[in-house]
Structures are given as structure tokens and as C-alpha cells.
């Protein structure tokens, strides 16, 4: 099993897709925070199929972390990320320093506005967030110059917001988007579910649960008020559980749409861990 080029430098990069990009071969872009899970690895068989060169990066972007965020503790396992990306074959694998992606500094330069859609749900309750990943991606899309970047549903805002960058900034890549990867019970993988003690998670899956029940209320035709109403009731009496939000919106973010597909979306914090969650769903139709 060959390892995939490490590279750490703007140079080294440019220099390895040099190597390995032929004429005409696409790049499939695959970036992470590294700690990379099961998640991560559809996202990279994602793009193996899309493309014949895949780049992954891996980069705990200071930027998209507010002050008292867990930045600092955030899990870095570098020699066991180049084991999954090479098992998985990528051909580059991007490990910048800071300093690298943002030569003026984490906090100075010029930065992505997100827009409305930016200051909403997990914007509401982490307002800098979303500035600071359309900010990251953009620069790993000028670096790499992707044909396709693949991103997680389970960042359901996230990927939205990507591709909102793509399409108003005129940018050369198609977003993709891939289903969340569940645990056996139902808790969707994340990095941060490391960072769970064994009581929290047992817990955790209650949001997967909370899901189901606004799903099965729609099966009798109900609106987004019934749908949300389920699912806050599941997750209201679950111990040690703080819930932030449940929400329906269309497939775009957007209000909830009478009737058709939509989207649920709840968050809520176990300790000092926070969790997302998300499902689509039909509106305003009996289901046989």
C-alpha cells in the first residue's frame, strides 16, 4: 500500500499536482480537520470515484473557532490520518501551518462574508463560524484548483454555504454532498464524539432518535409546526441534554415549505460537547 505525498508548503503542493495531475485529469478535493472517521472515509471513496486525482487536506482552521471554542483540544492523530488516506488511496494529502493559510494571520486579510444564511442556526450560536470556513475552503480552492470538492451532509449548513460560495463567486468546482455516516445507533460520526464520556455516549444517540420522531410525524401528512413539535418532545426529557435548536427549513435553508421536501435540523450540547444532527423529510403528504 503506497502512502500518499505529504505536503506542507504552498510550493510542495503546487510541485505534487504537478507530478500527479496528467492532462486533463480531474481533482476531487476532500477537506478535513483530520481525527478522521468513517464520515471522512465516504467522503474519500466520495471522490475517488469522481475523479482520478484525490486531494485531501487536513488543517485545524483557527478561524472558524471563537474564543473558549475548543480549538486547542481539538483532536490531531496525523499518523493515523495517513494510514486511513493511504488505505484509501488519495494522492496528495495538503498538512499545512497556519502561518501558510493565512499569511497575515488567522484574523487579518481578506475574509468570506457569509451572508444572512451565515448568521442562522449554527450562526446563531457560533457567529464568526461560517466566515471562517468559507474563508478556509475559498483559499483551498484557489490552492488546489478542484473540479469537485466533496463535503458531508451531516454539516448540513456548512454545505449549503459551500456551494453558495461556488456558485456567487464563479467558482470552477462542483460541490458535492454525501450522506451522514451513522454508528449502529444512529449517532452520527463526528470527531468531536471523542470527546463524550461513556454516560454522554449513551445519551448522544437521542438525536438521531429525536429525528425519527419528526420523520414519523410526518407520515400522517403533517406540517413543520407537528414535525418540530415531535422532535422537541423526544429530546425535552432526555437527562443532561441542553437542546439549542430544532428546525425545518427547505432543502436551501430557506422557510419551511408547506408541503415537499425539507429539512430538519437540531443541535444540542452534551456537557461541553456540541452536537448537530440532521435528516431530510417530506412535508404535507400521507405517506403509504
Known amino acids: 500500500m503506497s502512502r500518499p505525498l505529504l505536503v506542507r508548503t504552498r510550493d510542495e503542493l503546487d510541485a505534487g499536482l504537478r507530478t500527479h495531475v496528467a492532462t486533463r485529469a480531474r481533482i476531487a478535493l476532500v477537506p478535513t480537520m483530520g481525527a478522521l472517521h468513517a464520515g471522512h472515509v465516504a467522503l474519500l471513496r466520495r471522490a475517488r470515484r469522481e475523479a482520478q486525482v484525490v486531494v485531501a487536506s487536513v488543517f485545524v482552521n483557527p478561524a472558524q473557532f471563537a474564543p473558549g471554542e475548543d480549538f486547542a483540544s481539538y483532536p490531531r492523530s496525523l499518523e493515523a490520518d495517513m494510514d486511513v488516506l493511504a488505505h484509501e488511496r488519495a494522492d496528495v494529502v495538503f498538512v499545512p501551518e497556519v502561518d501558510t493559510v493565512y499569511p497575515e494571520g488567522a484574523d487579518a486579510g481578506v475574509s ?150 425539507a429539512r430538519l435540523l437540531l443541535a444540542a450540547r452534551l456537557g461541553g460537547t456540541r452536537l448537530i444532527d440532521n435528516a431530510e423529510l417530506v412535508l404535507g403528504t400521507e405517506h403509504g
Open 112 to 261: 468570506v462574508h457569509p451572508g444572512d444564511l451565515g448568521a442562522v442556526l449554527e450562526g446563531a450560536a457560533r457567529p464568526t463560524h461560517f466566515r471562517g470556513v468559507l474563508t478556509v475552503v475559498a483559499k483551498l480552492f484557489g490552492l488546489v484548483r478542484p473540479d469537485v470538492a466533496v463535503f458531508g451532509e451531516k454539516d448540513y449548513q456548512q454545505l449549503v454555504l459551500v456551494r453558495r460560495l461556488a456558485r456567487d463567486l464563479c467558482l470552477p468546482v462542483r460541490v458535492l454532498g454525501e450522506p451522514t455516516v451513522r454508528e449502529p445507533d444512529g449517532l452520527a460520526v463526528s470527531s468531536r464524539n471523542a470527546n463524550l464520556g461513556d454516560e454522554q455516549r449513551r445519551t448522544a444517540p437521542a438525536l438521531a432518535r429525536a429525528l425519527a420522531a419528526g420523520i414519523e410525524a410526518t407520515h400522517g401528512g403533517a406540517a413543520a409546526a407537528e414535525a418540530t413539535k415531535a422532535a422537541e418532545a423526544f429530546l425535552a426529557p432526555v437527562a443532561g441534554l441542553d437542546t439549542d435548536y430544532v428546525a425545518i427549513t427547505d432543502p436551501e435553508l430557506g422557510p419551511a415549505p408547506a408541503s415537499g421536501p
